[in-house]
Nanobody
Framework: QVQLVESGGGLVQRGESLRLSCAASGFGLDDYPIGWFRQAPGKEREGLSCIRSSDGSTYYADSVKGRFTVSRDNVRNTVYLQMNSLEPEDTATYYC???????????????????WGKGTLVTVSS
């Protein structure tokens, strides 16, 4: 059974950093890509980053490029999202997701994903 569990969210001040984790089970990271998304109350779900299963190549939305970094640990079957220089605008619930087929990380479209974690809340104060 495919499962994704996010962790690492919390309350931080502007300029601080957090590292989120996405623990995957039921599949290997070499099988399917992992995408990171976020959604704030009243706003659309936003794609942030993705890591490909085939070669580990990474992709980023312009809004987080240079601040966020995605990586993976194949032994622990866990994907990480390192978030630096956080701003209040980054406040949202953060989700990881995966797609069984037909998604190659080139676009960050949430509706193409098949499985989602329950999310972890990140709050950045002014």
């Amino acid at each position: 059974q495919v499962q994704l569990v996010e962790s690492g969210g919390g309350l931080v001040q502007r300029g601080e950093s957090l590292r989120l984790s996405c623990a995957a089970s039921g599949f290997g990271l070499d099988d399917y890509p992992i995408g990171w998304f976020r959604q704030a109350p009243g706003k659309e779900r936003e794609g942030l980053s993705c890591i490909r299963s085939s070669d580990g190549s990474t992709y980023y939305a312009d809004s987080v490029k240079g601040r966020f970094t995605v990586s993976r640990d194949n032994v622990r079957n866990t994907v990480y999202l390192q978030m630096n220089s956080l701003e209040p605008e980054d406040t949202a619930t953060y989700y990881c997701a995966t797609a069984e087929s037909g998604y190659g990380c080139y676009t960050l479209e949430y509706y193409k994903m098949d499985y989602w974690g329950k999310g972890t809340l990140v709050t950045v104060s002014s």
